[in-house]
DNA sequence: GTATCACGTAACATTACGCATTACAAGATA
DNA sequence: TATCTTGTAATGCGTAATGTTACGTGATAC
């Protein structure tokens, strides 16, 4: 298992670069094809919005992977996020109390 | 792969059965290891909360395993209904304009 | 050269959700 | 009976996704 120390890229920027500008496809044209407003679309390739669950599904349709493909993308995301602002100093370790019973 | 017809369960659910209930803690126990208030731990449980990220790490912490294995089971429970909830109908197809260049 | 249009982005309002605080009901115990 | 513990609901706050609207910029039409 490989621990990542880098920030992983927000998922905006893959549907930029790797779908939008790949295909020399535009904000607006995207927008329209998904039913969704431009600037909430903007708003998710700049990084100012998260992918939901729903627009996870919406991409998916449009681009021919999975919903479990940009939910992956935006789960990371957030958990890499939430692993270095977490303070787990407080936290009791019940797992060390069990002794034998430890899950992976 | 194997599409999944029988909603999953959410994650607050195994939280309770399997890291709960099946080690004799009580809410009030657990609420305190982790530094949270009762009624959120509560909420979780009873279904009437999903886990964020940062519940993801703090459970890990707690438990023994990985943020991501909380996560994936939060993730999978809102794409599952996202999936059931989000009209396809209308979304355009780019993916089948650019003809052999599908990624999976 | 000015006007119009398309494009991208920001601002605002609405809605939903995670979380802490508070309140309440039920059961156990002194 | 009174107090304490436990679990849950209600309330308020902050944050975030989304649609609508507005604005700035560049290209195109006249």
Redesign the pocket.
């Known amino acids: 298992m490989l621990k990542r120390n880098l920030p992983p890229v927000h998922p905006g920027e893959i549907l930029r670069e790797d779908y939008i500008n790949e295909h020399n496809l535009?904000?607006?044209?995207v927008a329209e094809g998904l039913g969704?407003?431009?600037?909430?679309l903007?708003?998710?390739?700049?990084g100012?919005?998260?992918i939901?669950p729903?627009?996870a599904v919406k991409l998916a349709e449009a681009f021919g992977n999975t919903p479990q493909f940009w939910g992956n993308l935006q789960k990371n995301y957030e958990l890499w996020h939430a692993e270095r602002t977490v303070n787990r100093s407080k936290i009791r370790h019940f797992w060390e109390e069990w002794k034998g019973l430890q899950p992976t």
């Open positions: 535009t904000i607006t044209e969704i407003a431009r600037a909430n903007s708003a998710i390739v700049n100012r919005a998260g939901s729903e627009m």
